[in-house]
């Protein structure tokens, strides 16, 4: 139903109407959209990225399934063992389906370059501490770096970046993050809005790079901080000040695949109270923990003409059709920095 005086259309473009008449043309904050032949007025300038589509072509070619949410583009850092698409982690499917759902082209998931969970487990725990100065000796902080540059590479003028890191990823996303923001010139975001949400953090709120991270938001206008802490997950706040810290503290934590079969209970695998579950693992299982995370980010974070309200009933669409769970199993607790 559209009402007189309404500027907003489809896929929640502020409409044009001077020219080609009433509901016949949409401008965004970049280009102008025509929803008669379903096509862009100027060519994409991500086209590159998509050699298969028209450069001129609109919400890949499914305008009823694909949303463009304007441009504003996600970088999504998995958690330890992200297996691209043979994932089996509830949590990281949620995500990545529902992103890409809402956002089409725009979310990008970033690739570890450790070969399994153990190893990305280890990286965290070495390296969630203290912010990295130096990438040149640390093969995941050059690969996150690189994919966060290259995703800054898509970005069109104005365009802000969105970021967002769960549990080893929040590590990842943190120090690239901080990494880019501590060298805004050399990567051209002097002036770019940038957010970074995290989840099941790992990261200790006394720690040098969580509070690096707050000191960031605090000082610099155009940087977002938002984290999510689940008190109840038994790897927040795991990696501690300090290395050393982080591994004993790890290590107190009962393994799922060990704690589940009842087996080696003495020492640092004893079984714990709720039946021998991880509960980091049963909250990777949570739906509703991805959808409260996901709707939080597009309330908070910056989407243009109205967008924000469109990714949100795309959102309700998926939940509705799918008759997921969202109510959170356990209770969080949401921080804003500044």
């Keep these: 139903m559209s009402l007189d005086g309404y500027r907003f259309g489809f896929q929640g473009y502020e409409s044009d109407d001077e020219v080609k008449g009433p509901k016949n043309e949409y401008r965004t904050q970049f280009r102008q959209y025509d929803p008669r ?31 463009d949410i304007d441009g504003n583009d996600f970088i999504f850092f998995a958690g330890a063992g992200y297996a691209g698409d043979k994932e089996k982690k509830q949590f990281n499917l949620s995500m990545t389906k529902s992103m890409r759902s809402i956002l089409g082209c725009d979310f990008f998931v970033a690739q570890s370059v ?23 000796k640390n093969d995941v902080m050059k690969a996150a770096v690189g994919q966060l540059d290259k995703v800054i590479g898509q970005l069109d003028c104005d365009e802000p970046l969105n970021i967002v890191g769960s549990c080893y990823g929040a590590v990842v996303a943190a120090q690239a993050t901080l990494y ?40 610099d206008p155009n940087f977002k901080l938002l984290v999510q802490d689940f008190p109840e997950d038994n790897v927040d706040g795991v990696c501690g000040k300090k290395a050393s810290q982080g591994f004993v503290q790890m290590f107190r934590i009962p393994f799922p695949h060990i704690t589940a079969s009842g087996k080696r209970e003495s020492g640092m695998f004893k079984k714990i109270k709720n039946g021998g ?49 969202t109510k959170l199993e356990s209770p969080d607790k949401k921080t804003e920095y500044p």
């Design 37 to 67: 032949i379903g096509r862009w007025q100027s060519q994409d300038s991500k086209s590159r990225n998509y050699p298969a589509w028209s450069t001129y072509a609109g919400n890949g070619n499914n305008p009823i399934i694909n949303v």
């Design 114 to 136: 450790n070969k399994g969970a153990l190893q990305d487990v280890g990286w965290a725990l070495a390296h969630g501490g203290k912010p990295i100065t130096n990438i040149n």
């Design 277 to 325: 579950t991880h509960t980091h693992t049963i909250m990777s299982e949570s739906t509703a923990k991805t959808y409260d995370l996901i709707r939080w980010m597009l309330v908070s974070n910056d989407l243009e003409n109205g967008c924000a309200n469109v990714a949100q009933n795309k959102l309700d669409e998926l939940v509705n059709s799918e008759k997921l769970n």
């Design 180 to 219: 880019a923001l501590e060298h805004r010139e050399e990567f051209g975001i002097e002036e770019t809005k940038v957010s970074l949400t995290i989840t099941s953090k790992m990261l200790d709120s006394d720690s040098e790079l969580y509070e690096a991270l707050v000191n960031k938001a605090e000082e």
